[in-house]
Nanobody, 115 residues
Framework: QVQLVESGGGLVQAGGSLRLSCAAS????????MGWYRQAPGKQRELVAL???????NYGDSVNGRFTISRDNTKSTVYLQMNSLKPEDTAVYYC?????????WGQGTRVTVSS
């Protein structure tokens, strides 16, 4: 199973930006779907963004237009550029991939947005 390691979380003021990275333990070239989910305290995990092997993207309604997902297959890494951050973006962000019918998750990286 692929191991996923997130980085880039932290504390930022509202209106600021962060870039999250997710490094995979093997090549992601053939991974059909990768992405990010998040879970805020007391809430269910929700979709942030997905990206296909062909580069098609899908975003959650609450982040559309502010966040951008990308993948670098040569580095086996997926990125999430987060701009215009809001306090409601505060959550633990999890990297995700789906391959051969199996889901894999990272340990998560915490993002805190102060008002």
């Amino acid at each position: 199973q692929v191991q996923l390691v997130e980085s880039g979380g932290g504390l930022v003021q509202a209106g600021g930006s962060l870039r999250l990275s997710c490094a995979a333990s093997r090549s992601i070239f053939s991974i059909p779907v990768m992405g990010w989910y998040r879970q805020a305290p007391g809430k269910q995990r929700e979709l942030v963004a997905l990206i296909s092997s062909g580069g098609s993207t899908n975003y959650g309604d609450s982040v559309n237009g502010r966040f951008t997902i990308s993948r670098d297959n040569t580095k086996s890494t997926v990125y999430l550029q987060m701009n215009s951050l809001k306090p409601e973006d505060t959550a633990v962000y999890y990297c995700y991939l789906r391959s051969a019918g199996l889901d894999s998750w990272g340990q998560g990286t915490r993002v805190t947005v102060s008002s």
